[in-house]
Nanobody, 122 residues
Framework: VQLQASGGGLVQAGGSLTLSCAAS????????IGWFRQAPGKEREFVAT????????YYTNSVKGRFTISRDNAKNTVDLRMNRLQPEDTAVYYC????????????????WGQGTLVTVSS
């Protein structure tokens, strides 16, 4: 499966953005889809993941209540709605697909998109 992330940009603190991950090659209902991010000088970290059906979602503590992951298996897309953005959310965001169970570990994901940059100004 090929993944392409889009929707990044520059936003002021407190603002919102929606990232989209478009899949091609295979249908995403075969995969758990996760979002990760990597800030400058830091390691890649888990943000959110959705199970194949979308019925279960998981978030890292710092984004709970602000970010929402959702998927449309018919459209082969997974979105990450980000509200109340903060400067510390600034990072390159990646979507990834895992054929295993839902995981917060990047090593569990087999396929990665190219990343989209989110910059939050204070």
């Amino acid at each position: 499966v090929q993944l392409q992330a889009s929707g990044g940009g520059l936003v002021q603190a407190g603002g919102s953005l929606t990232l989209s991950c478009a899949a091609s090659g295979r249908t995403i209902n075969n995969y758990n889809i996760g979002w990760f991010r990597q800030a400058p000088g830091k390691e890649r970290e888990f943000v959110a993941t959705s199970t194949r059906s979308g019925r279960s979602t998981y978030y890292t503590n710092s984004v709970k209540g602000r970010f929402t992951i959702s998927r449309d298996n018919a459209k082969n897309t997974v979105d990450l709605r980000m509200n109340r953005l903060q400067p510390e959310d600034t990072a390159v965001y990646y979507c990834a697909a895992s054929g295993a169970g839902p995981s917060t570990r990047s090593l569990s994901y087999d396929y990665w998109g190219q990343g989209t940059l989110v910059t939050v100004s204070s």
